[in-house]
């Protein structure tokens, strides 16, 4: 029996075509048949229609004022605007944040009983910029949140090479760049993965971080009661500078939102994230797509999601979990 007195809502982001949003959000109307679900699409990737979630029912869709790009601030101005429409118009306890290609792996009851019973406002994992433990990363850390980004043209040519070679043209790019930093902290670039724009920043003299309010890093993927999500919504509305600052940062979907509730005296934050992520290769910038020979590595733990899955390489894996979640 699910406890119906913890309202689950999801928000999901997406910009492929639907095949695979589809089926995300008929299995969990299907588990959850009373929980309000927000779409944000971006209607700039691929086409969309209403007449596709019409069926699912209690699917709210939102779209993209401009297209959404990773790595930059589009990101998170589409999260903080799906949560605002939320906050005014849905009934809802907690917000699982979900892609198009993340899945449960677990019986969704399973969710609504570790919510009700955390005792938490947030399930997220984030640790404060500067007490990262690797060297390497807490540079690359310094170097997102403490500069001010411009982008430099985009000509193509990175993302026209073969990886063999893309590759190491990017190595000897962070090693210069890395150099660089060495040598001086006002002026970098900030190289991407996956031939994304180069970007060319400067340090700043102020910034919204302190010894009361850190920079945090952490990973997006978030569970939020709706007292997080408020805190949230609340301060983005009422600290422009500070949505001006991450505007100009290099993948503010990696903070901004963290930041805020982890630095909110009011929440209790629980440690680690409900999704469970793979990454062989970090130098590309995204997680490995699971198959159904990678079952055994995520079932049976205590994560309730996945990601990421992609159809048109490995639907069996979604079949699987399907029986898994629904014992049929």
């Known amino acids: 029996m699910y406890d119906t007195s913890v309202q689950v809502a999801y928000l999901v982001t997406s910009y492929r075509p639907p095949e695979q949003l589809l089926r995300l959000l008929r299995t969990l109307r299907r588990a959850q048949p009373e929980a309000p679900i927000v779409v944000h ?11 596709l979630v019409a069926p699912i029912g209690g699917v709210h869709v939102l779209t993209s004022d401009i297209p959404v790009k990773w790595g930059d601030f589009s990101i ?8 605002s429409w939320m906050v005014e118009h849905l009934d809802f306890d907690w917000v699982v944040f979900l892609t198009e290609q993340d899945y449960p792996i677990a019986p969704l009851a399973q969710l609504e009983e570790r919510l009700s019973s955390s005792g938490v406002d ?11 433990e690797d060297a390497d990363a807490r540079k ?28 190491p043209i990017a190595f000897a790019a962070n090693y210069a760049n890395g150099a660089l930093y060495r040598l001086q902290k006002k002026v970098t670039a900030y190289v991407y993965p996956d031939g994304l724009p ?9 910034s919204p971080f302190s010894e009361a309010f850190p920079c945090w890093y952490g990973i997006p993927q978030m569970v939020l009661s709706r007292r997080a999500v408020t805190s949230v919504v609340d301060y983005v509305a009422t600290h422009p500078d500070y949505v001006r ?7 503010p979907d990696e903070s901004a939102t963290v930041t805020i509730v982890c630095n909110d005296p009011t929440l209790k934050v629980g440690s680690g994230n409900l999704h469970w992520t793979r990454w ?11 198959v159904l020979d990678d079952l055994g590595d995520f079932v049976g733990s205590d994560k309730l999601f996945a990601r990421k899955f992609a159809v048109e390489v490995d639907s069996a894996v979604l079949d699987a979990l399907d029986q898994r979640i629904f014992g049929s």
């Not at 982008?151 to 590759?167: D, E, H, K, N, Y």
């Not at 062989?280 to 699971?290: A, C, I, S, Y």
């Open 122 to 132: 947030a399930f997220l994992e984030a640790v404060p910029a500067q007490l990262i």
């Open 76 to 83: 998170v101005k589409a999260l903080w605007k799906s949560l």
């Open 198 to 206: 180069l970007r060319v920043g400067v340090r700043v003299k102020r």
């Open 280 to 290: 062989t290769d970090g130098d590309h910038g995204h997680p490995d797509v699971l």
């Open 245 to 251: 600052y991450y505007e100009k940062t290099a993948i």
């Open 140 to 167: 690359d850390r310094d170097l997102r949140y403490n500069y001010r980004y411009a982008q430099l043209p985009r000509f193509g040519i990175m993302a026209r090479l073969p990886s063999a070679v893309r590759r």
């Open 41 to 51: 699409h971006d209607r700039f990737r691929s086409a969309w229609s209403a007449d």
